[in-house]
């Protein structure tokens, strides 16, 4: 990383040529302008381009963390009590309905817990979906699409619109996410 804000350093240090295409009058050509021109708007680009490359090489690295980690918290003991006694018994029930939210109170500390460790569920933020960044947001909806194949007629569709409703996420939001749902269906 560091070699990269190296080169971006040299790179925005870079001076264009102090001579090009001059008349015989010592004048720059319109060729010459043109080109000194391009020169300017190829490193322009090129800087932002650099940045580009840097701000979303940082947000992946630190996705991919998030990845890894995932959950990991579901395997510490005062989690881990809760969610192994109840984990086969939430893949037969359909996601949202009453019994499903019969068992999720049964999960009592173990779920506050994970709550409290997960930024990745609304339930950690006291605004909700409104507190959370676009990590935590890529995250939630790919835990939605990894737990909807677990459940008893999953579907990541049903899963946005429930979730829509019960965290009270906006319009926009919900349509963003059913278009990432449309996307990612047609390439799994």
Known sequence: MEKLVKLFEHVSRHKE???IHRTPSGRTSRKGRALKD???????VS???FLVLLYTGKFCTKL????????FSK???DEARGFSKSSRTFRKIPYGGTTYNRYLSHLGESLVFHYRR????PQHYSDG???MDLLDLVEMFYDWAAASKRQSRGSLRSSIDKNTERFSISEDLSRLLMNERNRFRDKN
């Open 118 to 121: 997960n930024k990745h569920h």
């Open 129 to 131: 979906v409104r507190g």
């Open 17 to 19: 040529p102090e001579k």
């Open 75 to 77: 395997l510490f003991p």
């Open 38 to 44: 391009y020169l300017s708007h190829f490193v322009q």
């Open 47 to 49: 800087d932002h381009k």
């Open 64 to 71: 991919m963390y998030r990845a890894l980690a995932h959950d």
